[in-house]
C-alpha cells in the first residue's frame, strides 16, 4: 500500500484546511485509516480515524467539533477537514492504513497555523 498526502499548508488562526490521503497498491487490506500528527519535540498522536466502511470514526478530544474524517472508497482516498485552526494545530499530518500486519505511512505534509 501507497500513501500520498497533499493539502497542507500556512493558514492563519481560525481558518480551514483539507487534506487529502490517495492509497493505491492493496488497498482491500487496509481496515481503516487515519490521520496523525507530529509537532517538534512531541509524540505522534492520532488525530482522526475513519474505518473501510465510514461507518465508525474517532477524534481526538482536542479536534473534536472542528475536525471531520471522511473516505471516498471508490477513490481509495481519505480526507481531514480542518476548520478552525489554532496555532497548537501546527505539525507535520501522517496518513495511515491500518492493515494486517505493520500499518502503512505516508510521507507527511506540514501544516503550520499563525496565530
Known amino acids: 500500500v501507497s500513501l500520498v498526502e497533499s493539502g497542507g499548508g500556512l493558514v492563519q488562526a481560525g481558518g480551514s484546511l483539507r487534506l487529502s490521503c490517495a492509497a493505491s497498491g492493496s488497498t482491500a487490506s487496509i481496515n481503516a485509516m487515519g490521520w496523525y500528527r507530529q509537532a517538534p519535540g512531541k509524540q505522534r498522536e492520532l488525530v482522526a480515524r475513519?474505518?473501510?466502511?465510514?461507518?465508525?470514526?474517532f477524534y481526538a478530544n482536542s479536534v473534536k467539533g472542528r475536525f471531520t474524517i471522511s473516505r471516498d472508497n471508490a477513490k481509495n482516498t481519505v480526507y481531514l477537514q480542518m476548520n478552525r485552526l489554532k496555532p497548537e494545530d501546527s505539525a507535520v499530518y501522517y496518513c495511515?492504513?491500518?492493515?494486517?500486519?505493520?500499518?502503512?505511512w505516508g510521507q507527511g505534509t506540514q501544516v503550520t497555523v499563525s496565530s
Open positions: 495511515n492504513a491500518q492493515v494486517p500486519g505493520p500499518n502503512y
Open positions: 475513519i474505518t473501510s466502511g465510514g461507518g465508525s470514526t
